[in-house]
């Protein structure tokens, strides 16, 4: 009798056993297989359900210096409700575009570099992968990273007519005081270029707009505060240039 005979005669005796024998036959033989299945199964499972559930679109904005520990939840739920009404707005789903607003970390351009170290790494690490779109801060904390290099021209980025709209909100920056790499100039203090008087600098360029006169960004800081916004990235979809807008009431 021929191997193929013996395996076909033993697994027609096999068929005709119960099923309580049949199942603990496949279990002696087989049971690693069956367990190494199980496993590749889940692990598919739970990357395409990460698939599935991923937002089609991202958007990370960093906002410092609104927290404390006394408001730090009231101010995280505004910035929650602040991404759900951006979301309406542009008639996204949060399926569509998630906006993560993060009103978590601080800023202090007195501290320099290892005070602000966590916050530091995060802007740099983020920024050169390509996650973060926007900064925005108080004026001396934005000043402060401003003249480090953190943020993008906004001429490179928007129309003579789209930068007409923020008249009298632009704030600059002097590219000839950063290239010169001006080594007395202490985080903070007062030899930073007016950011509004770019007659007074040698090239100016502007990087921030103020919106400080935003009701919304009212509810995240103190009154007093000048707040401005920053854009990080080449802000290719655009959505920068929207969260501005709705910031500041325009279409």
Sequence with gaps: MTPKKIRRGEWKKMCQKPLKQRLAYFWDYYKWYAIAAAVLLAVVAVYVGGLLSEAEDSVYGLMLNTCNMLNQQRNEQLAQDMASEFRQELGRSEKELE?????????????GYYGNYDTLQLILNYSMGGMLDFVVADEASMLDLAYAGYFRNLK??????????????LLYVDMAVILKENESMEAGGPDYPDPRKPEDMEEPVPVFVDVSASDKIGQLYSEGKNVCFAIVGNDSRGHAYAFLNYLLGQK
């Design 99 to 111: 906006l993560t607003l993060d009103v978590s970390r601080s800023y202090d351009p007195d501290n």
């Design 156 to 169: 490179d980025l928007f129309s003579e007519q789209e930068l007409e709209q923020y008249s009298g909100q």
